[in-house]
């Protein structure tokens, strides 16, 4: 089992910035993928990004086409940590963001149905 607990969410103005974290704990894998999902008011859950990591395949990350260029997900390992940086933020960008993680290798775009725990989710405001 895993758990994962994520933090950082709030309220922000457009163009602000946030830096959302997600502490895991429990099992451990050497082959694992971890990403970031949201949930806008009445819509969908959607993939935003993704950091994967196999001993044959090495690191790689992912991100849909609407955060390219403005969000950045990186992981400490020593930490167990996923931070997702995000910059430029616009008020389409409000949702809840879960943190999500696979404890075996998943490539994209299979990750984006994939993961197998969730977090509880935080919430991030945008106001216009």
């Known amino acids: 089992q895993v758990q994962l607990v994520e933090s950082g969410g709030g309220l922000v103005q457009a163009g602000g910035s946030l830096r959302l974290s997600c502490a895991a704990s429990?099992?451990?894998?050497?082959?694992?993928?971890m990403g970031w999902f949201r949930q806008a008011p009445g819509k969908a859950r959607e993939f935003v990004a993704a950091?994967?990591?196999?001993?044959?395949?090495?690191?790689?990350?992912y991100y849909t086409d609407s955060v390219k260029g403005r969000f950045t997900i990186s992981r400490d390992s020593a930490k167990n940590t996923l931070y997702l940086q995000m910059n430029s933020l616009k008020p389409e960008d409000t949702a809840v963001y879960y943190c999500?993680?696979?404890?075996?290798?998943?490539?994209?775009?299979?990750?984006?149905?994939?993961?197998?725990?969730w977090g509880k989710g935080t919430l991030v405001t945008v106001s216009s």
């Open positions: 429990g099992r451990t894998s050497s082959s694992y993928a």
């Open positions: 950091f994967t990591w196999s001993a044959w395949t090495g690191s790689a990350t």
């Open positions: 999500s993680a696979k404890g075996s290798y998943i490539g994209y775009p299979d990750l984006k149905s994939g993961m197998e725990y």
